[in-house]
Structure formats: structure tokens, C-alpha cells
């Protein structure tokens, strides 16, 4: 890694955090054009129902549908208005890994690779604030703001953890608890998708017929039911607006952790404390409370993140509907916060009692 001083890294990460928004703008409106042509009026007709009016494409039509996508990927919000799909969270993070690539592989993961995340993911969220500004306007007959101080600080802290992510490939045994959380991020997440993918397909085999239409969902779908299965190996359900859980009650459904079979449950929660022992045992003994204290902050950290771009708030669907979901944000920093201090304690106990069974054996 040559060496940078902080202007020099300050100066990287601008120039890093310009290439993401260039190459995620551009990715952006492809979908936008995409979803112009295919399926912007399907969309009207979703959200508004006989009150909707179709649209003609234009350029000013692409440009706003691109700025709504780029906004969506950051997961920001107009009002409490929110898509959160993980699935368009792709397009940051294809953004700044081809932005940084040879960087991360050269530079590792250490103190001054953090100036360079920080300064570009805020050149990133003034950027995308700055478009936000400049797509004011009306589309589907809903207004598009996406200016504002939240907004500001959502893009800086999700490219921030994206730029982390990624970084995480790279010279992650530098940092506390990392090959751990890189470890558990890889197998609980992996489990979950795998599990996840089953699930889906035999969910809309039985409600759609059409094979295509099949495999869109699960591409579209997949990476949110991975995070909603992923926190109920954890016994943690989706919570859900009323009118929503009525509806699925209608159609026979039920996703909350409870519904599952006991057997289930119980298999469910043993593989995930099966994850999270395997991935404690990658913490070496030594300096083994500090690794474990930063094991216990950066896995509930991605966890909380999954949380927070998996829900979804669309406010009232055709006047009769109220679609509101997601994971409790509390509960996806806090669960997976006690089962790593409890499963460390207890590994940690468990390895003392064997040491000392050595000892003893050893005299004998």
C-alpha cells in the first residue's frame, strides 16, 4: 500500500465517490428506461388504482424515474414513504466496488481506507442530494422530494457501511471481531438466501403459474426474504400493519416465526447458534473480550442495516390497503448483540474448563 497522507485520502475519496455516483446514475437510468417502457403504468395502476392517468414517456419522465431510483437504492424516503428492496441496494454497491477496486485490493483495510469511505460517501450523499434538488416534481402523481437532512445522512451512513463491506475482503484480520463478523455475514446470510429461495418458489409456485414470473420474484425478492429469514433463525418475525396481516390471513399466509412447526423453530434456532459458535471460534484466545466486543458491535451493526433497507412503507395502496413491514430495528441490533455475548461467554467458560481438564489430565 503506498502511503497517503489524510489530504491525500481526502482527496482519493472524493474522486472515488464521483465515479459511484457517475456509474450508479448511469446504471439508473438504464432500469429507468427499462421501467418506462415496460412497466411504469402496471406501477400507476398498483398505486392508484382508477385514479391513476398513463404517461407518455419523455426525457423528463426517465430523468425523474432515474432519480427515484438512485434514491430508492440509498433506501432513502419521501415522508415516511419507503421501497425498501435490498435488490436495487446492488447498484451502490456494483458502484463503488468498480469505482475502488484496485484500490481496496492494494490498500487493505486500516485507519486511512476509513478517511477515504468517509469522504467519499459524502461526496456521494451531496451529489444525490444535489439531484434530489433538481427532481422535484410530480411522478405518478406523487411527489418526488427527496431532499432533506435524513435523506442526507441515510446515503452517507449506507455507503459508508457498503464502502465497509467491501473492505471487508480485504486485510479484515487488522480489525477487531472482523474475521468473525466476516464469518458469520457470510454463512448466516448465505443459509438464509439458500433457505430463503426455497421457500419463495413454492410460496408463488402456488399463487402464479407463470414460470418468468416466478423467476422475476425471486430474483426481485429473494435478497429481502434472506434478511426476513435470516432474523426469524433468530426468532425474530416480521411486524406488519393490521390490514396487511388481515390480507395474508385471507390468503392463507402466515410468515410470522410462530406459524412455523415446532420442529422447525427448534431446527431454525440451533442452526443459528450453530453459525454463531462456529464464527466465535475464528476469535483467537488471545485479546479475546476485545475481539468479541468488536464482533458484537460490526455483526449487529449489518444486521440493524439489513433491517432498516428491508422495510417497507408504501401508505395506502388504492385507498383500501396499507402496506407497512419490516424487521423491529431494535430487535435486529439487540438479538444478534445477546446471542454473541451470551455464546461467547459460554464458549469462552466451555475452553477454560477444558484447559484446565488438559492440565489435570497432563499431571496424572
Not at 471487508?168 to 480489525?175: A, D, E, K, P
Amino acid at each position: 500500500m503506498k502511503e497517503q497522507n489524510p489530504k491525500q485520502c481526502l482527496t482519493e475519496g472524493v474522486k472515488v465517490g464521483l465515479k459511484a455516483f457517475i456509474i450508479s446514475y448511469i446504471i439508473s437510468i438504464t432500469v429507468a428506461l427499462v421501467l418506462s417502457v415496460a412497466v411504469l403504468d402496471e406501477i400507476n395502476d398498483l398505486v392508484l388504482g382508477v385514479y391513476g392517468t398513463s404517461h407518455a414517456i419523455s426525457f423528463g419522465l426517465v430523468m425523474k424515474t432515474a432519480s427515484m431510483v438512485m434514491h430508492i437504492a440509498a433506501f432513502n424516503t419521501v415522508g415516511s414513504f419507503k421501497i425498501g428492496l435490498l435488490f436495487f441496494g446492488i447498484i451502490p454497491f456494483a458502484s463503488f466496488y468498480i469505482a475502488d477496486r484496485q484500490d481496496n485490493r492494494d490498500e487493505g483495510f486500516d485507519g486511512k481506507i476509513l478517511i477515504i469511505f468517509a469522504a467519499a460517501s459524502a461526496t456521494f450523499s451531496i451529489a444525490l442530494s444535489l439531484l434530489a434538488i433538481a427532481s422535484r416534481g410530480d411522478l405518478l402523481t406523487m411527489q418526488l422530494d427527496y431532499f432533506g437532512f435524513v435523506n442526507i445522512v441515510v446515503t452517507f451512513v449506507i455507503t459508508f457501511l457498503i464502502q465497509a463491506t467491501i473492505g471487508m475482503n480485504y486485510g479484515i484480520s487488522l480489525i477487531p471481531g472482523g474475521l468473525a463478523s466476516r464469518t458469520m455475514v457470510r454463512l448466516s446470510f448465505g443459509v438464509a438466501a439458500i433457505l430463503g429461495v426455497f421457500g419463495l418458489v413454492a410460496l408463488l409456485k402456488g399463487l402464479v403459474s407463470d414460470v418468468l414470473l416466478i423467476v422475476a420474484g425471486v430474483v426481485l425478492l429473494i435478497p429481502n426474504i434472506a434478511v426476513y429469514v435470516l432474523f426469524m433463525m433468530m426468532g425474530v418475525s416480521i411486524q406488519m400493519d393490521s390490514s396487511v396481516q388481515k390480507l395474508m390471513a385471507y390468503a392463507g399466509i402466515d410468515v410470522s416465526f410462530a406459524a412455523l412447526p415446532l420442529i422447525v423453530q427448534i431446527l431454525a434456532v440451533v442452526g443459528m447458534i450453530a453459525i454463531f459458535v462456529f464464527a466465535l471460534m475464528r476469535i483467537d484466545r488471545e485479546k479475546y473480550f476485545i475481539n468479541l466486543a468488536g464482533f458484537s458491535i460490526i455483526y449487529p451493526s449489518v444486521a440493524f442495516l439489513a433491517a432498516y433497507c428491508t422495510g417497507i412503507n408504501l401508505g395506502l395502496i388504492k385507498n383500501i390497503i396499507d402496506i407497512n413491514m419490516g424487521i423491529s430495528l431494535f430487535q435486529a441490533f439487540v438479538v444478534p448483540f445477546a446471542m454473541i455475548w451470551v455464546l461467547g461467554l459460554v464458549l469462552f467458560g466451555v475452553r477454560r474448563l477444558w484447559g484446565h481438564l488438559d492440565i489435570l489430565n497432563k499431571n496424572e
